[in-house]
């Protein structure tokens, strides 16, 4: 069992099943929203138990990203499918993960390099975002 929360604490989730390795997004909204790039796993939406108040953002017509209105950490992203992204860095530690890719590189901020050796993809990548924990 996994769990995770928001910087204040009025967020708290469980993860009662595997996570997919995670990935680092470098699209325009993910930089935009998180101030960065945002690193993501992900779990069967049925597994995730949350407590507490999600501020839901709708981001795009097939997506939503999930945020405590409180401390403003970002948690979710929301999008078509099973599985409902979670933010790498509101989970405890430890996590078990590790970051295995980059996705939307082609959208990467200019001030930073993507140098770490891992697979980059200049858009999404359903190999990598699609993979689920063993
Ligand atoms: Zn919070
Ligand atoms: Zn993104």
Known sequence: M??????????EYH????????????????RKSSGHHVAATSAKRELISIKGNVTW???SDTARRGFCGVCGSQLFWDGPGSHMSIFAGTLDEPTGLKLSGH????D????YDIED?????????PDMTTQVAP
Do not use: E, W
């Open 57 to 59: 953002y709708q981001s």
């Open 117 to 125: 050796g891992l697979p980059k993809a200049d858009q999404d990548h």
């Open 103 to 106: 996705i939307f590189c082609a």
């Open 15 to 30: 993860v009662s099943g595997p996570m997919r390795p995670v990935i680092a997004c470098h699209c325009n909204q993910c």
């Open 2 to 11: 996994t769990k995770g929360s928001c910087l204040c604490g009025a967020i």
């Open 108 to 111: 990467k901020g200019d001030y």
